[in-house]
Structures are given as C-alpha cells and as structure tokens.
C-alpha cells in the first residue's frame, strides 16, 4: 500500500504516524465508561473504536461513543478562561488569563465567606461526576454545607431508599439469578452491555418480567410477562404483587422472622392494593398482577429486580414506590443472596466496584460543625439526614426567596438550567446571583449567565481514575493535549483550594497526591495503574459471601431489612410513613382540564441530556424534538406525524413535533429532554418534588395537546 492509501485507511504504523492511545468515553452513564482506542495523528484524534481489551465493553461502542471525535471537537467547546462584558446570557465576554480567573474566582468566594458565612456559597456539579470526590472536599474545606450535584434528580431517591431499608446501597446480582424483574428499565437505549446480557440469559432460560410504561424493545424481545403501568404508580402495583405473594403464603417466612422488620404491618398495608382496585390504579389488570406473583413463586429463587432510579423516582411518589418494590426482595428471602440483590460499598464516585477506598473519608474529613443546614434541608429532612449534601433541586427557590439564608455565589462544574424542573426559575435565579461562574467543555445557554468561565477538558485530554465492576482500577493517560486552553476539572479545583489558602495541605499537592491517599488500601500505586494502560483487577477484590451482612447485622436501627423504617417512624415530626405507602402521583392536577399524561425523559439510545443535540451524526438520528403519542390520540386529534403541536401546563408551553408511536399506551405523551427548542422542563413545576427525596415529578404531569392552529384535548 502506498503512504496515501495507508493515511486513507487510517492504519496505524511508522509510515502513517498515527499511534492508537487508550482512553475512556465519559459521556454516558459512569456505570458504563466504555474503553476507547483512540487514533491518534499529530496530536489531533482522528478515529476511534472501542478498545478490545477493556473489561466492560471487550471492543464494542454504541452511537454515542463511536461519535466521540464530534463531541470532543465541538465548535463550541470553550478555548479560554472568560470575564462577561455584557448582560448576564449575553454571551458576552472578553477571554481573560488562567491567573486572573482563578484568583478572582478565589478571592470573590473568600469575600462572600467573611461578609455572609460559608454557607452562602455553593459548590455545584452536573452529570460529570469524575471530579467530585475532589470537589466535595473542597466545599467541606471551605466550610459550606452547599455541595450539591445533578444526582439530586438522578440516582440518589435510589439510594435513599435502600439507606432506609439496608443502611447501605445495593446492586442486582443480575448473571445468577433464574427469575429478572426488569422494572423501569430499557437497556437498548441506555446500556448495550445490559441489553446483551440479558440476550445471553435468555437464551440460557432465565425467565423476565418486564414492568415499563412504555412498550420497549426490552418488553418486545425479552419479556416473558410485560406489565404496564400508568407513570408513577408502581408503588401500588408492587404492593398489590406482595399482597397476593402473601395471600397465597408465596414467600420465605423463615427468612423474614430472622432478618426482616415489619414484617405484619406491611402485610396489613399491602392488603389494600387488590383485585378490586389494581386495575383502576395502575392500568394493570389483575390477572397479570397474579401471573406475576406466580412467576416469582414458580421461577424466582433466586430472583434479581433492577428498579432504575430516574424513572422510579421522577415522581411525587417516587422514593416510596421504590421502597415498594425492593421490599419484593425481602419477603421472597432474595435480598443478601446470589442471584438476588447484593449490598455493595461504593468504590470511587458511587460505583461499586468490590473493593474498598478511603473515598469517604477523603471527602468529609475536613468538614467542621456546620453553623447552617445545607440547602434543601429544612424542606427535606430525610434526605438530610441520609445524604449530608444539598439538596439541588431547592436551589433556585433558596436564591429566589432567600431563606432560610441567602445564596451569594454558586462555583459550577456543568450546571445546566434546562435539566431543572421549571428551568426559567433557575435561570432567574441565576441572575439574581451575586457572582456565578461555571466550567464547562461548552459555551452552553447556562455558562453564558457566568461572570467567570473556566475551559475543562474531556476524558481525551486528561488522566484520570476509574473503578469498574468486578474489582477493576484504571487510570488512564491522556491520548492529546488538552484541547486549547482547558484544563482537567480536578486541577481548577486544587487550584481554588491553593488560592484560597484554605488549610488542606492534601487537596492544595494536586489530584495524584487526593488518588494515592484515596487508593491506600489498594495494592496498586497510582503510577502503576497508569503504566498499565489498560484495568487492572486489584487483589483487594471481594467477592460477595451469602448473608454475610444479615448475619453480621444491618446498620440499620433494628441491624435487620427493614420494611417499616424505623428511622422515619422515630421523627414523626417529618411527617413521612415509615412504611412504603403509595399515594396517586397525579391527584393535584385537574384532568379536565390537562387530559393527557405527560412523560419526559425516557432515554433515546442516541442522546444524553443536553450534550450531544449538537454533534451532527448523532441530531441527525433524530433532527427535531419529538412529541410521542399513541396513533390513536394523533388520530382523534387530527396530527400527523411530523406536524407542530403545542403542549402546555399550568406551568408553561411548548412546540414540537408530533411522532406517532405503538410504544405510547393512548392517553400518555412523552418527550425527551434537553433540547434548546422545545425544552420539556419549561413546562414542569419546581415545586412538585417528592417530600420524600426532593425529586422533581418529570415523568407523571399532566397536559394539554393542541395542533397548532387546531382542535386540542
Ligand atoms: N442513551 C442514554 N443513556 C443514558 C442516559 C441518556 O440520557 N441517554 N442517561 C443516563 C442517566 S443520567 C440515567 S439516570 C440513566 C437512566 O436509565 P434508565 O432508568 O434505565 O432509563 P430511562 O429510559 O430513563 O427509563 C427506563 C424505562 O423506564 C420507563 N419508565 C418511565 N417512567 C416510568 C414509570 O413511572 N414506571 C415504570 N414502571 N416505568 C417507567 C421508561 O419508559 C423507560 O423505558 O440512563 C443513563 N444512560
Ligand atoms: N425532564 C427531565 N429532566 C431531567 C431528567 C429527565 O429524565 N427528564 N433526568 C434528570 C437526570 S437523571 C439527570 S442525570 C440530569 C442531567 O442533567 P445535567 O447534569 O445538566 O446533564 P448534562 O446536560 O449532560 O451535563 C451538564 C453539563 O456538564 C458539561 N460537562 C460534560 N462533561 C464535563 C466535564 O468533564 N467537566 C465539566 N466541568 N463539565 C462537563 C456538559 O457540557 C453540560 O453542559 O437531568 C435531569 N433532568
Ligand atoms: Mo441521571
């Protein structure tokens, strides 16, 4: 071959000059950061494909990833520190050096801290999440409570209710189990990894049921037993699953006298949720509600159940639906067991990787009494107690209305206003800031409300480490120099703490120096896992020993699984049950009025929040923002597919176009997130967030749909 047919090709090799380099895609779910082999010509990435020896995805790349060179090299990417010169969302700035950015962002902080008390500053993280040990350490040295996260409306509701029932979190033992209770999860578009396995097991006669409110792929190739609930109503469901597990003495009484606590008061619970009611409550006729409850007898030893946070917790009821369903797990006697669900201890930014860090203990060892409660935790005082973080989603209202303190600045990494419910009130709020400053890899709607902007740089251009499942630690190199004048975010963060002299010798030696402390009772230095270039699983690894932790003792109040939360029932001043109760997730909307349901977030396999509507491959999947609905309601309201159609509620309205779908029950519209134009959270309301968890309701609203220039329902 000749030279230029080898370039062409892009062949790596002495000729051509282009090396492959080893580095990771950061842009999805950090549970899924797929190895990447980047072809690397002069410093500038010309290719790339997944990397066959990485552990999680052995060589394979979705969409997403195979777009990586488009999303690192967006024309908007951010090329140096800017100062606003115009209005706030003007976009108006002059660049300014690294020197003076970080100082005035140093000093401005520091002045806020003596004029108005640390808690008036707040330290904020979006989506990316490999930073924030570092980055919650900073807020604790500082000395604010205000460390806050977009995790606030993702993955902790979750959490929490796993912290009230185990004391800790927990995983699904998903390969060994013979029954999968695949609830609120749709792997074809969020983890091809998932979708894969769950293939493989199939074939190898595991048994599934599926439980979406929406008809998936996942519902199509895998379900055994599909049910479909109305938006947020699987609390119920579960509840009248347990009730007919019970009713027919389905579960394991021996397990639940010696490890449950509850047990009678559930069950008494549960027997509201019948056939008489289940239908009206959730759409999910009883038959099938039985069928289920017979599947998990005949199949379901071991069962495993993957509830998704997002989707169960974007709801008013979200935290306690959740609850419902885990509970599943512990009258069947799966919790603890292989096969069923596991309780794990985070790694490294809340993987769980099996293996233990001083993680914890380098985020919050620097944290004094603080002389305020966190934002949002007067208003939710569960999570407070649980999470010892803000609560992000009070934050706008905190700005707004100034109490119970004022909020004067706000440090960003990422922070997008349309994620938010209600996101013009963030935007308000934003403004009304004394001082803001955010860094981004772009120049998003968000970062030009800045005074200050900082340049980050992506996951090609900076080292960073990685715990994956199964005992694995990476630490990657950077594949190109970062990309003009950006800067890993860790090293923005060690530089505030230097700056601000704040007394934390460990964070001020830099982002190495926090790992290897981090990393101690790892075998492996930092310079190894670096050297190796690929994972490495560590010694330390353990795997899991069946009902280790319920023989040890949970940490919880009773040491047992507790499906009555005894640390609920301790502060009826919260006002909270301490059993899973469910309660309608649309009962404050009139439906006369705002007749169809309104569902937004539902992952497409091609997008992510607000970060890839701009790399052209992946808008060109889906050019516009789509309204979905069943063909029967675009029928009776005369759309066809493709037409403008306004949706509006109580709280706002927007435009898109209507998509006609089989996969929408009737009576149900659903639109995906983060678009600039048609942005769904304009139409949802701040305040409807679930006492519980603070979760914003994004997935059970109600609308009205209009033609443009037509009839409307
Ligand atoms: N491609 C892609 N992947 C992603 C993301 C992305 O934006 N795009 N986002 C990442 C993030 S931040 C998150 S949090 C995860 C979310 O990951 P998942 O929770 O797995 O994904 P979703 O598509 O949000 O929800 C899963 C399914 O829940 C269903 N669902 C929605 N509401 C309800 C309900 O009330 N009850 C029931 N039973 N089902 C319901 C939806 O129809 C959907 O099929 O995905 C991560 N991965
Ligand atoms: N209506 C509705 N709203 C939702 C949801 C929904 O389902 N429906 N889902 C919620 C969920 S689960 C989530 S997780 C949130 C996500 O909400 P966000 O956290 O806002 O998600 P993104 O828009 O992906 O990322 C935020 C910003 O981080 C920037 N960024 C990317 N990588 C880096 C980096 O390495 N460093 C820095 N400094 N910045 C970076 C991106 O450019 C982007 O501007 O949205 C929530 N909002
Ligand atoms: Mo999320």
Not at 156 to 175: C, F, N, Q, V, Y
Request: proline share 7%; glycine share 6%; aromatic share 10%.
């Amino acid at each position: 071959m000749t030279k230029e047919e080898l370039l062409k090709a892009k062949i790596p090799c002495p000729e051509t000059g282009i090396e492959i380099r080893h580095t990771l895609c950061d842009i999805c779910s950090p549970s899924s950061h797929c190895g990447i082999n980047a072809y690397v010509k002069d410093g500038v990435v010309i290719k790339v494909e997944g990397n066959q020896d990485h552990p999680y995805n052995r060589g394979l790349l979705c969409t997403k990833g195979a777009s990586n060179r488009q999303y690192i090299y967006r024309k908007d990417r951010i090329r140096t520190p800017l100062k606003r010169t115009g209005p706030r969302g003007s976009g108006e700035f002059t660049p300014i050096s690294w020197d003076e950015a970080l100082d005035t962002i140093a000093g401005r902080l520091l002045d806020y801290r003596k004029a108005w008390g640390a808690q008036s500053v707040f330290f904020f993280s979006g989506y990316s999440k490999w930073y924030r040990p570092l980055l919650r350490r900073l807020a604790n040295s500082f000395g604010t409570p205000n460390y806050g996260t977009e995790s606030s409306s993702c993955f902790t509701s979750g959490l929490m209710a796993w912290e009230t029932a185990i004391a800790s979190p927990a995983r699904a033992d998903m390969k060994n189990c013979s029954l999968f209770l695949g609830w609120a999860m749709n792997p074809y578009h969020t983890s091809y990894n998932a979708a894969r396995s769950m293939e493989a097991m199939k074939r190898a006669g595991t048994k599934f049921i599926i439980i979406d409110t929406m008809y998936t792929q996942t519902a199509e190739k895998i379900a055994d037993l599909f049910l479909q609930p109305l938006p947020g109503t699987d609390g119920a469901l579960a509840l009248a699953i347990a009730n007919d597990l019970i009713a027919n003495d389905w579960i394991d009484r021996s397990y639940i006298d010696k490890y449950v606590h509850g047990f009678e008061e559930y069950a008494a619970y549960c027997r509201g949720f019948h056939a008489g009611n289940i239908e009206k409550l959730t759409g999910v006729p009883w038959e099938k509600v039985h069928r289920a409850a017979e599947m998990i007898h005949e199949y379901g030893h071991p069962m495993s159940i993957k509830e998704s946070s997002a989707p169960l917790g974007h709801h008013m009821n979200g935290m306690q639906n959740y609850r419902a369903i885990m509970a599943l797990s512990a009258i069947t006697g799966n919790f603890d067991k292989k096969g069923g669900q596991l309780p794990v201890e985070f790694t490294f930014t809340h993987q769980a990787s099996g293996y233990s860090t001083l993680e914890h203990r380098f985020e919050t060892e620097t944290r004094r009494p603080f002389l305020a409660p966190p934002v949002g935790g007067l208003r939710f005082p569960l999570w407070n107690e649980l999470e010892k973080e803000a609560q992000s989603m009070d934050l706008p209202r905190q700005i707004l209305e100034k109490t119970p303190y004022p909020i004067k600045a706000v440090m960003a990494f990422g922070m997008n206003f349309r994620m938010f419910p209600d996101s013009r009130k963030l935007e308000k709020a934003i403004d009304e800031l004394d001082f803001f400053a955010d860094a981004d890899l772009f120049l998003t709607d968000s970062a030009k409300y800045a005074d200050i902007v900082l340049p980050a740089c992506s996951s090609f251009e900076r080292e960073e480490f990685k715990s994956y499942p199964g005992g694995y630690a990476y630490y990657t190199k950077p594949v190109i120099p970062p990309l003009y004048e950006s800067r890993p975010d860790t090293d923005i963060i060690c530089e505030l703490a230097r700056r601000m002299d704040l007394d934390d010798p460990l964070l001020c030696q830099g982002y190495r120096a926090c790992l290897e402390y981090i990393l101690s009772p790892v075998s492996y230095t930092v310079q190894q896992l670096q050297d190796a270039d690929t994972p490495l699983k560590v010694p330390e690894f353990k795997p899991h020993r069946e009902l280790a932790a319920l023989n040890k003792g949970l940490k919880t109040p009773t040491g047992k699984f507790e499906l009555k939360s005894e640390l609920i029932a301790s502060h009826p001043e919260w006002g909270l049950d301490a059993l899973p109760t469910y309660r309608e997730p649309l009962d404050d909307i009139d439906p006369a009025e705002y007749p169809m349901v309104l569902t937004s977030g539902g992952r497409l396999p091609h997008a992510l929040h607000s970060r890839l509507h701009d790399v052209p491959w992946l808008r060109t999947l889906r050019p516009n923002a789509c309204a979905e609905m069943n063909p029967r309601d675009c029928a009776r309201l005369g759309i066809k597919e493709g037409e403008p159609v306004e949706l509006s509620t109580p709280t706002g309205s927007i435009t898109a176009h209507a998509l006609p779908s089989l996969h929408i029950p009737a009576g149900l519209v659903s639109l995906y997130h983060g678009y600039r134009e048609a942005n769904i959270n304009d139409l949802i309301d701040a305040d409807r967030l679930d006492p519980y968890s603070g979760f914003p309701a994004v997935r059970s609203n109600r609308c009205k749909v209009t033609r443009k220039g037509g009839c409307h329902e």
